[in-house]
C-alpha cells in the first residue's frame, strides 16, 4: 500500500513519532484519536507505521496492550493499520502498548484522513460538501481550541478509484451542489484537500 497521495504528516494536532523496532507508548495516546472516529459515519482518521525509505507500511509483528494486572494480544490488520479498541474503561486505567515492528524497518507514525464509505461511481455536490465538512469537524476535533488556529481549511475532496493511480480533485468552490460526476471506475476512497495557502 502506498500512502503518498493520501498522508498528513507533522500537523500540530497529532504530532509525528520516529523510532526503530518498537514503539512504547500509552493508550491515551491513540485514544484521543481514533474516538472521534465514533462521531462521524463518513470520515475517520486511521493510524498507520509508515517505513522511512519505501513510504510503505511497516510490517508489525505484534501489538501488545498491557497493565499489571493484564496483558492482551491486539490483532493485526492487512492494511498495516495501527487500531485499538476504543473503551472508556480502557482510558481511564491507560495501559501501555507495545508495537513491535520488522527489524530493519525505520517507521514514522502517520496519520491518514478518509472516508469510511463511499458512493459506488457517482458523486453529488451535496456529497462533496458533506465529505468536506465532516473532514473539517474531524479536524477541528483532533485539533483541541489552541490547536484549531493551526489546522488547514479543508477546501475540497479527492476522489480515489480501484485498481487506478488516478485521481480527481474536487474543489468546493467550483464544484456545487445541483453538480454530479460519474465515473467509469469504481470510488475506492475519498481524502481531503486542503487550502494551498493554508500550508
Not at 150 to 164: A, L, N, Q, Y
Request: glycine letters at 4%; proline letters at 3%.
Amino acid at each position: 500500500m502506498n500512502f503518498r497521495n493520501t498522508l498528513y504528516l507533522g500537523l500540530a494536532l497529532i504530532g509525528n513519532y520516529v523510532f526503530a523496532q518498537d514503539l512504547n507508548l500509552r493508550y491515551a495516546e491513540l485514544y484521543n484519536k481514533q474516538r472521534y472516529n465514533q462521531e462521524s459515519s463518513l470520515v475517520e482518521v486511521r493510524s498507520f507505521l509508515i517505513d522511512k525509505q519505501s513510504q510503505q507500511a511497516c510490517v508489525i509483528k505484534q501489538i501488545i496492550m498491557y497493565s499489571k494486572q493484564h496483558s492482551e494480544q491486539l490483532p493485526l490488520l492487512a492494511t498495516g493499520e495501527v487500531k485499538i479498541p476504543v473503551d472508556a474503561h480502557l482510558r481511564k486505567v491507560n495501559p501501555d502498548i507495545k508495537i513491535s515492528v520488522a527489524d530493519g524497518q525505520d517507521c514514522n507514525f502517520h496519520y491518514q484522513f478518509t472516508s469510511k464509505r463511499t458512493p459506488h461511481n457517482t458523486i453529488t455536490g451535496k456529497e462533496a460538501l458533506q465529505y468536506q465538512m465532516a473532514f473539517s469537524q474531524l479536524m477541528t476535533n483532533l485539533s483541541g481550541r489552541v490547536g484549531s488556529w493551526f489546522v488547514p481549511k479543508v477546501t475540497g475532496v479527492e476522489v480515489h478509484f480501484k485498481d487506478s493511480s488516478s485521481t480527481d480533485k474536487l474543489w468546493i468552490n467550483e464544484f456545487t451542489a445541483t453538480d454530479n460526476k460519474h465515473y467509469e471506475l469504481a470510488i475506492e476512497s475519498i481524502t481531503p484537500l486542503f487550502d494551498q495557502g493554508s500550508n
